[in-house]
């Protein structure tokens, strides 16, 4: 398997590029809508709201929290999960700084 190249690239480019990776599905996206929104901890309530099984829920909090986007807290036998509010504010920074630092015009490009 050949390298990935990774080292080529700075450290924000790496970064936005792993943010995006992780919050790349629509079920990722919702799941993070839906906790910005709640702003607490959600424990099993994310099924319901999403529509979909358990097992793919599961998984996409699973993706989510190795990303460092959410954090969770075992309560009981339910996992409890919100936003990672310190690498929400990093991966924000870096989004916003990302689309500040493009400067485009209503000009025809190609």
Not at 29 to 34: D, E, V
Request: glycine fraction near 6%.
């Amino acid at each position: 398997m050949g390298a990935t190249k990774t080292d080529l690239f700075t450290k924000q480019q790496n970064e936005i590029a792993n943010m995006a990776k992780a919050i790349a599905h629509p079920a990722r996206i919702a799941i993070l809508q839906y906790l910005v929104k709640k702003n607490a901890c959600v424990c099993g309530d994310l099924v319901e709201e999403l529509g979909l099984a358990q097992a793919t829920t599961s998984q996409h909090l699973k993706e989510l929290k190795n990303a460092g986007i959410i954090q969770g807290a075992i309560e009981g036998v339910s996992v409890c999960y919100c936003i990672n509010p310190k690498i929400w504010k990093r991966y924000k920074e870096l989004f916003n700084s990302f689309f500040k630092d493009v400067q485009l015009t209503d000009a025809e490009c190609c």
